[in-house]
């Protein structure tokens, strides 16, 4: 099952690659700069970014840290990876193939690991963490950005019920988009799977994120069957979602919505 979704993300991101590397939203989104302020990092460590995508993550720790890997699954989205790097002239950035779940790396080697709106995509969320607590050393940090679902503080009001039907209904929405889309939690999932592994929660902050839904669907090359039906799960489908999602059409008739970031850092206990 791991090999069958990576291999669809691979096929996803290989020929998208080019897009997220001049992807607003990858590139320069809020959470970007907000990530590198909560975590702090030191001139003295050495970093990896998992799952680097065009390494925008990775250009920004790189000024601020010893050394830094830019990792991911995709050949394609390495080299656009290296190509930022040397673009911005980063010869403490490096890149190398790694999966998620299985990191080729020696336990204990990395003072900070990071990972920014990737994680959705990995099979296994458990295998993750548990492969950052190896790597991480005595001390050491782990920085998360990803989007979550709906939970109680986002749907005030709600039943139980209605936020497992709103969670089902979201992921289901971004895999229709993106088939490599594997599960995003709400965040009290993060944070549960975190402390279980033996990290200790030292900053936590959610952002919303303003997306226009033309560039968002057409970075997934979505049909133009996807796109219809996308737009009729904005205007119509799960209440929920839609209050989660908050769809609303700008002034030059242009569709917009609202995803939710959250924003992890931890500390691997001695």
């Known amino acids: 099952m791991t090999e069958d979704l990576n291999a669809v ?10 897009d997220y590397a001049s992807s607003e939203v990858h590139a320069k989104g809020e959470s970007l700069a907000r990530i590198v302020e909560l975590v702090a990092p030191q001139k003295t460590w050495t970093a990896l970014d998992v799952a680097t995508g065009a390494g925008h993550t990775a250009a920004i720790f790189a000024p601020h840290v010893a050394s830094i890997i ?16 040397a673009s911005r002239g980063l010869a403490n950035m490096s890149t190398a193939p790694a999966s998620a779940g299985a990191l080729p790396f020696p336990d204990e080697s990395f003072d900070l690991v990071c990972c920014r709106l990737a994680a959705h995509h990995f099979p296994s969320l458990e295998n993750f963490v548990t492969e950052v607590h190896r790597v991480l ?3 050491g940090r782990f920085a998360l ?5 709906p939970d109680q503080e986002r749907l005030p009001g709600a039943t139980g019920d209605d936020i497992d039907d709103a969670i089902s209904a979201y992921n289901a929405f971004e895999k229709l988009r993106d088939p490599s889309h594997g599960f995003a939690p709400p965040p009290e999932y993060w944070l549960e799977l975190l402390r279980n592994a033996g990290l200790a929660i030292v900053a936590e902050e959610q952002i919303e994120k303003e997306l226009a839904f033309n560039p968002w669907v057409a970075r997934m090359r979505c049909t133009p069957e996807v796109v219809a039906e996308l737009k009729d799960i904005l205007s119509g489908g799960n209440a929920a979602l839609r209050t989660f999602l908050k769809p609303r059409v700008d002034a030059q008739g ?7 970031e959250l924003l992890l850092v931890a500390d691997k206990k001695d």
């Open 9 to 18: 993300i691979r096929s996803k991101f290989g020929p998208a690659a080019a």
């Open 70 to 85: 830019a990792s991911d699954i995709t050949d394609e989205m390495l080299k656009e990876a290296a190509k930022l790097a």
């Open 137 to 139: 050393k005595k001390g």
């Open 145 to 149: 950005v990803d989007n979550v679902a």
């Open 254 to 260: 242009a569709l917009h919505f609202t995803l939710q």
